[in-house]
């Protein structure tokens, strides 16, 4: 658990502070990381999460809903966030606001409190996916979703210092929440693992947790691969970046 707890709080807050070495960006490669990252999270929910869930001495049809309801409580979280979950840079400075202009895409300024809430929620839940009780056996690979998890929240927290930076006008003010934000995780991993070993949250209770969460995935990750193309125009270095971020999650998937 210690290898867990140091990758869910070191990889956003390394990321995070890296706006003070490089600057905040839009540019091509930024997105091209933000489609791999979203594309292996893609691959390792539909070909990982998923079916091991489905597996499970549980109702079929409440894991269906319970993905369900994760994805359309991602929707909710990002009425707050902007979408900063999957590496959004929105500063709302309408001089310099291009990269969305084709979109015409608005964006609210929430406060930070209510910007920061609304993502701790969902790094919390994420976190809290990362328990392993025995109801789900052996073969169900934590390592392959601890990975997907870090390679979308390290733009996030990229994202998160961009946007508070100009929003409190200074980067050292900025630096607390994105703490905050780091700590989010390791909490919902502790948690959920206390409940848990505690017999609190029960294994059938967690699966349908690990479903919810499953949603969130989904919305996330199918949202930085769509968005990734202004107009739905075809890309083809993007096109092969999201095939090589799904073809390691099959790697991580058959091979590990």
């Known amino acids: 658990m210690a290898l867990k707890l140091l990758v869910l709080f070191l990889t956003p807050l390394v990321s995070g ?11 091509s490669n930024f997105r091209l990381l933000l489609v791999f990252a979203g594309s292996y999270l893609f691959g390792i929910t ?17 894991i269906g809903l319970f993905v369900l309801a ?50 701790c929620l969902h790094a919390f839940l ?59 995780a390791p909490l919902g991993l502790l948690l959920s693992t206390y409940l848990t070993q505690n017999e609190v949250l029960s ?6 947790l690990y479903a919810l969460v499953s949603g969130n995935f989904l919305h996330i990750s199918t949202t930085i691969v769509f968005e990734s193309s202004p107009e739905h125009h075809f890309n083809a270095r993007k096109l092969a970046v999201a095939i090589v971020g799904a073809l390691l999650a099959v790697a991580v998937e058959y091979m590990m």
Do not use: C, W
């Open 126 to 184: 994420e976190g809290s996916m990362l328990a392993q009780p025995m109801s789900l056996g052996p073969h169900y690979d934590m390592n392959a979703i601890l990975l997907g998890i870090a390679l979308h929240r390290a733009p996030a927290a990229f994202a998160l210092m961009a946007v508070l930076s100009f929003q409190l006008g200074s980067k050292r003010e900025a630096v607390p929440y994105l703490i905050g934000f780091s700590i989010a």
């Open 46 to 62: 539909v070909i990982h999460i998923l079916p091991e869930l489905y597996h499970q001495p549980v109702g079929v049809e409440l």
């Open 203 to 208: 294994g059938n209770a967690l699966i349908y």
């Open 70 to 119: 994760g994805f359309f409580l991602q929707q909710v979280l990002e009425y707050f966030t902007s979408g900063i979950e999957h590496g959004h840079i929105h500063t709302h400075s309408h001089a310099h606001d291009t990269h969305h202009a084709p979109h015409s895409h608005h964006h609210r300024q929430v406060s930070a409190l209510v910007l920061l809430s609304a993502l």
């Open 17 to 27: 502070l890296l706006i003070y070495f490089v600057p905040a960006t839009r540019g």
